[in-house]
């Protein structure tokens, strides 16, 4: 019984000790780690966040300078044969059937320097989106004024394959900007 006592002393004094230096010393620890894991994260978020607009302040930059008109770069000129090539580049890319490319008299409105073009296409929904996306991320603005998508039912019935049928003539009528100093 005795022995059962000094035990016990023993491990009552042990843990106690425990829980004393658990308190003072290692519970510290836990909440400076927490705390430096709160910053350390929201460091992270911060320097995504940078990251992401210092990129897209570079893209701005870019897209401003291939559109600004100088004496370097003479952007306003009538039917871009470097446009065009782009564009059909593009347009090849996706494997769209290209029908017609005009280009039109170009259009001085205050700052802005609009050169349209009407752009005539074969492709199926899916290859359009891909297309209208395309032009989005060109480093040239362009703006898409009108599209048509002439989808006939009563040819249906003329059409041979799925293939005639997934693909459509679209109609597209858009505009290079530049920007005049």
Known sequence: MNKNLIFAGVLSFITLLFI????????????????LEKTSKSTQERFNAASILSSELKRMYNIFETNLVTKDNQIDKEASIEFLESLTDIIEKLNIAILSIKPQKKVKKGKYTYIPYDLDVRC????????????????????????????????????KGLNDLMNHNIEMKISTISINK
């Open 20 to 35: 004393i230096e658990n308190s003072f010393f290692v519970s510290e620890k836990p909440s400076i780690i927490r705390g």
């Open 124 to 159: 199926s929904y899916e290859k359009f989106g891909k297309l209208i996306s395309a032009l989005e991320t060109n480093d040239r603005l362009i703006q898409i004024d009108e599209f048509k998508l002439l989808n006939n039912v009563e040819k249906i019935s003329k059409r």
